[in-house]
C-alpha cells in the first residue's frame, strides 16, 4: 500500500512542473504536451495541405483533418451505384464518429451531389467536396468516381478500391478505428 502513495506522490511531483508557470506567458493546456499544438489543431501533413469548397460553397480546409485516419469517396453524377454508396458512406460516418474522418468528394458537375441521398443516416457530419477540375482525385491518385480511399493518420493508403468491396473497407476501417 505504501508503494502505491509512494508511486503515486512521485508522479504527482514529477508532473508540476508540467503544468506550472509558462516562461512564454502563453496558457500551457492551450499549446497542449510538451508544447505541441492541442488535438485538433495538429500541424496536418502534406497530404492534408488543401482547401476546397463544399457543394454549398464554404471553403474546407484539409488541415482539419490531421490527426485521425481519413476516409474519401470519391464520387460522381453518372454513377449508377453512388447512391447506395452515399447512404453507406454515411452510416460508416456515424460508426465512426470522433475516430475517423469521413469525406465525400463529388466530381466536377454534380451539381448538389449526394447530400440528399446520405441524410437518413445523419448526412451532417460528412462532408461533400466540390472536386474542380478533379484536384483532389489527381492529388490522392484516386482511379474514379466511387472509389474510397482510406489514409491512416501519417497519410499512408491503408485501403483504395471500388465501394462493391464494402467489407474489405469496413475491415480496415474497423482496425484503424480500433488503434485510435
Known sequence: MRSR????VLLLALSLPLTGCSSDGSDPAARGAAGAP?????AAPS?????AKTLDGATFDGAALAGK?????FYGSACAECPAQ???TATRADRYVGRVHVVAVAEPGTGNGLQGFAAPAGAGRL???SDTGH????RFHAEGVNTYLLLDEDGEVLYKGAGAEGDKLDGELA??????
Open 5 to 8: 502513495v509512494a508511486a503515486a
Open 38 to 42: 492541442p488535438a485538433g489543431r495538429q
Open 47 to 51: 497530404h492534408l495541405r488543401f482547401t
Open 69 to 73: 485516419p481519413v476516409l474519401f469517396w
Open 86 to 88: 452515399a447512404f453507406e
Open 127 to 129: 462532408p461533400h467536396l
Open 135 to 138: 484536384a483532389l482525385r489527381d
Open 175 to 180: 482496425a484503424v478505428a480500433s488503434g485510435v
